[in-house]
C-alpha cells in the first residue's frame, strides 16, 4: 500500500509545479490546501512524476485527483488503496477537467456539493471601484473611512511584519467569544503566513497612527486572485469595504475576478458576501466513483406528475405513448420511420 504522510511547509516548492487548473475554485490553489491542511489532515504521497493528495472529510478519505503525469496511474493506485481499506472511492474539489477525467474510468458517479461551500466569485473591476447604486453602501464606507482617517497607509507586507501581524490576530480574536470554528481559522491563518518565503501569497495591510487595523492575503490562481484572509478592527468604521476595494484595485490588471472564498454557512458571512454582489457561486464538487453500481436515483413526486425511473414494467405505457400518433405531432416523432415495415411491439421500443 502507498504510504501518505502530512505535508510540510518544506514540501511547497516541490509539489507547487503539480498545481496546474484552468479552475477558479479556491481549494485548487496551493494556498487554501496547505492553510488548511491541519484541519482537513491533508498529506501527501510523492510518485514518480506526480503526487498524490488525501483529505480527512466527514469521517472518511477524500482525493483529489491525481496531479502531475500519468493520471490513470494515479487513479489505479487510489483504487488500490481503498480497497484494501475497505473504503469508497470519494474525490473532492471536482472541477469540469476532474469529471472528465473520472468520466472516462468510472461508469456511475455520485456528485454531491453543499452551498455552503460554494465560492463566491466577483469582478475584480465592480470591487476595486464600486461603480452603480448596488454598491452605494460600500462606496459610502470607503469615503467615510478615508474621510475620518485621511493619514491612513495601505502597503503589503513582507516576513519582517508577522509579529504585528500576528499581535493584531490576537487583538482581533479577543474582540468577541469565538467558536471552535471561529479559533480553527485563526491557527489556519497563521499556518498559511508562517509559510509566506514558500509559497507566492499577495498581502496588504492599512494602518492608522502607525497601527495595524486591517490586513489581507491571498494568490493568483489563473485570472483570479483568491482572497484567503481578511480581518479589520471593526471599530475603524467602514475599514472592511476600504480594504477589499483596495487590494482588488492594486491587483485589477493582473486578474479578471476575484475569489473570496466561502461562507462555511455562517449567516453573517453570507448576508456580506452577496451584498458585494457575486456574479457567480462556484461548487466545491464531491464525486463517489463506482466501477459497477446502479445508482438509485430520486422520485420526484407532484399532484399530478411523478418522475422515477424507468423499468421494464413501464415497456407497454412507453410503446402506446411511442406509437400514439396525435401526440406524436407534438414532438415531431413518427416510430413508423424507425419500423419500416415491421409491426410494432412493446419490446421495440
Avoid at 501518505?4 to 507547487?16: E, G, L, M, V
Avoid at 461508469?107 to 454598491?135: F, T, V, W
Avoid at 473611512?145 to 504585528?164: C, I, T, V
Avoid at 475599514?239 to 475576478?257: D, G, K, N, R
Wanted: hydrophobic content about 35%; overall charge negative.
Amino acid at each position: 500500500m502507498i504510504s501518505f504522510r502530512k505535508i510540510d511547509k518544506n514540501d511547497i516548492s516541490r509539489i507547487r509545479p503539480y498545481f496546474t487548473s484552468s479552475s477558479r475554485v479556491c481549494t485548487k490553489a496551493i494556498g487554501v490546501m496547505y492553510m488548511w491542511s491541519d484541519y482537513f489532515g491533508t498529506e501527501i504521497a510523492e510518485r514518480e512524476g506526480g503526487i498524490l493528495i488525501k483529505d480527512e472529510l466527514f469521517g472518511r478519505d477524500m482525493f483529489m485527483t491525481p496531479r502531475g503525469e500519468r493520471a490513470a496511474e494515479g487513479l489505479a493506485i487510489i483504487e488500490k488503496y481503498e480497497a484494501e481499506k475497505g473504503g469508497e472511492l470519494v474525490f473532492n474539489s471536482v472541477d469540469d477537467e476532474d469529471l472528465a477525467l473520472l468520466s472516462s474510468r468510472y461508469p456511475a458517479i455520485e456528485i454531491k456539493s453543499y452551498r455552503d461551500y460554494s465560492d463566491y466569485l466577483y469582478l475584480a473591476s465592480d470591487l476595486a471601484e464600486y461603480k452603480g447604486k448596488k454598491y452605494h453602501g460600500q462606496k459610502n464606507h470607503k469615503n467615510k473611512f478615508m474621510r475620518e482617517y485621511p493619514d491612513f497607509e495601505f502597503l503589503p507586507f513582507g516576513k519582517e511584519s508577522l509579529p504585528e501581524v500576528y499581535d493584531f490576530l490576537e487583538e482581533h480574536k479577543a474582540l468577541a467569544p469565538r467558536s471552535k470554528e471561529e479559533l480553527i481559522e485563526y491557527d489556519a491563518c497563521r499556518r498559511l503566513l508562517d509559510a509566506m518565503d514558500q509559497l507566492d501569497l499577495l498581502t496588504a495591510l492599512i494602518r492608522v497612527n502607525g497601527k495595524i487595523v486591517a490586513f489581507t492575503v491571498g494568490e493568483i490562481l489563473n485570472d483570479t486572485l483568491i482572497v484567503h484572509i481578511e480581518k479589520a478592527l471593526p471599530q475603524y468604521s467602514g475599514v472592511y469595504p476600504t480594504i477589499c476595494s483596495l487590494f482588488a484595485a492594486l491587483h485589477a490588471q493582473e486578474v479578471t475576478y476575484i475569489n473570496r472564498e466561502d461562507d462555511a454557512g455562517d449567516i453573517g458571512l453570507r448576508t456580506s458576501k452577496t451584498q458585494y454582489h457575486p456574479i457567480a457561486l462556484l461548487e466545491k464538487r464531491m464525486a463517489i466513483c463506482h466501477f459497477s453500481r446502479k445508482l438509485n436515483l430520486p422520485a420526484l413526486f407532484t399532484e399530478r406528475l411523478v418522475i422515477d425511473g424507468f423499468s421494464s414494467s413501464d415497456m407497454p405505457a412507453y410503446a402506446a405513448l411511442a406509437t400514439d400518433e396525435e401526440r406524436n405531432r407534438y414532438w415531431g416523432y413518427d416510430y413508423k420511420v424507425d419500423l419500416g415495415q415491421d409491426e410494432p411491439n412493446a419490446a421495440h421500443f
